[in-house]
């Protein structure tokens, strides 16, 4: 290694001409020239990378300090006052005054979403699509189910088309002969029955938007925002005209009052107003249906089946033989069925059986020949099936009765 110059070796004797050592020295210095000007660009690419690096370093710390902070939580702004800002938080249902900046201020209302911190200091706004409706609602323009698929329910079919079709597809029909239309039907019957069906056909029929919504999400999943939920159920609604809104389990926001005060029950008390103010204001509506069905009619608060609310039931039962073989053959119509299978025959076995039973029945038989190796179905796989639904509810029985 050369540590000092006098180490370095002289590129010329020490007798050569002055002329000669002049050639040599210029020749060593063309060469550390050229080095240098390498070790200039090596040295300008290392800063480049070292840069890269630095910003990595940066993103990784900022990204690290981020997973270290605490959760946000989300709230709702309930009231702006002078001496604040009232915002309520989802889950624990707590309402607290906050102060927020100018620039904040610009950008809430009185039912903002927000993120709140620890101190309860608005973070930022929640955009429509962090909303927590979308999570709710099953939006679905158009909906692929049509009055075919069916089965055995040829009286409700035609109510819910004399209720919910035609004031959809002729309201001037109404206007004319001076009668408002029933604002909301309620399907009321066993689980399994077709109701979803029914309302879905109808939507499809009059190409309508369908949204759809469980009652009992709207109270248990998101407490505090029952309201606002319906609330933005009918917004969405107004903003895909025409809509058919179809509000399953109703009983979980429409059930009789309770004497107890318990929040809960205030809760789910909001959450029915805000559904009847919505059905009341129902007249400037315009193309909007409301579908609501239950398995617990005997549960229901006789309010939200006062006229111009839920004034038209509808019983859907289970189906009787005949509809059982029409909904055996509705299920079976895209499978590779043998000649011999005998849907009037599986009818009369099948008491009992909803149209989902059927369905299930259908597709286990199904499964029963793919396991057999074969592609065909027999009718024996329908009466195994049927046997294996019905042993899988008995033990669903006698594990209920054990809970
Ligand atoms: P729940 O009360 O449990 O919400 P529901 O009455 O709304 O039940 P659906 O969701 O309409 O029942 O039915 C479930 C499935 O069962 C349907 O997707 C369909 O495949 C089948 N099904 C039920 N009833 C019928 C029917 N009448 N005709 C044809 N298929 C049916």
Redesign the pocket.
């Given at each position: 290694m050369t540590d000092t110059v006098d180490d370095v070796d002289l590129p010329y004797d020490e007798d050569a001409s002055q002329q000669e050592k002049i050639e040599a020295l210029r020749q060593r210095l063309q060469v550390v020239e050229s080095q240098n000007e390498e070790m200039r660009d090596k040295l300008l690419d290392a800063n480049a990378e070292n840069n890269k690096y630095q910003q990595k370093l940066e993103r990784l710390t900022h990204e690290n300090k981020k997973l270290k902070q605490s959760p946000l939580f989300i709230a709702t702004i309930q009231e702006i006052t002078e001496k604040g800002v009232v915002i309520k938080q989802h889950g624990n249902n707590q309402e607290a005054l906050t102060e927020v900046t100018d620039e904040m201020l610009e950008q809430i209302e009185p039912g903002t979403r927000v993120a709140v911190n620890n101190s309860l200091s608005i973070v930022k706004t929640l955009d429509d699509e962090t909303d927590v409706r979308a999570r709710v609602m099953q939006v679905e323009h158009k909906p692929d189910v049509t009055y075919e698929?069916?089965?055995?329910?040829d009286e409700q079919l035609n109510e819910v088309r004399e209720t919910v079709e035609m004031p959809l597809e002729s309201p001037e029909m109404f206007e004319q002969v001076g009668i408002q239309p029933p604002s909301g039907v309620l399907l009321y019957g066993p689980?399994?029955?077709?109701?979803?069906?029914l309302a879905k056909a109808v939507a499809n029929q009059t190409n309508a938007t369908f949204i759809k919504m469980a009652g009992s999400e709207l109270v248990h999943k998101f407490i505090g925002e029952g309201a606002k939920l319906v609330r933005d159920l009918f917004q969405v609604a107004r903003d895909h005209e025409p809509a058919v809104i179809f509000i399953?389990e109703i009983d979980a926001i429409a059930s009789k009052r309770t004497d107890s005060k318990t929040s809960g029950d205030a809760e789910v008390q909001r959450t029915m107003m805000q559904l009847l103010s919505e059905m009341d204001g129902f007249e400037e509506r315009g193309e909007i249906r409301i579908i609501a069905?239950t398995?617990r009619f005997d549960m229901l608060d006789r309010a939200i089946l006062r006229p111009g609310r839920f004034d038209r039931l509808i019983e859907?039962p289970k189906?009787g033989p005949e509809g059982r073989e029409k909904?055996f053959e509705?299920?079976t119509r895209n499978m590779n069925v043998d000649d011999d299978v005998d849907f009037s025959n599986l009818a009369e076995v099948t008491t009992h059986a909803?149209?989902?039973d059927i369905?299930a029945i259908c597709t286990e038989a199904g499964m029963f020949a793919i396991r057999d190796g074969r592609t065909n179905v027999a009718m024996k796989d329908f009466q195994d099936a049927w046997a294996k639904i019905q042993a899988e509810e008995e033990d669903d029985d006698v594990s209920k009765t054990f809970a």
């Open positions: 698929d069916i089965g055995g329910l689980p399994g029955t077709g109701k979803t069906l399953d069905a398995n859907v189906p909904i509705i299920h909803s149209g989902a369905r």
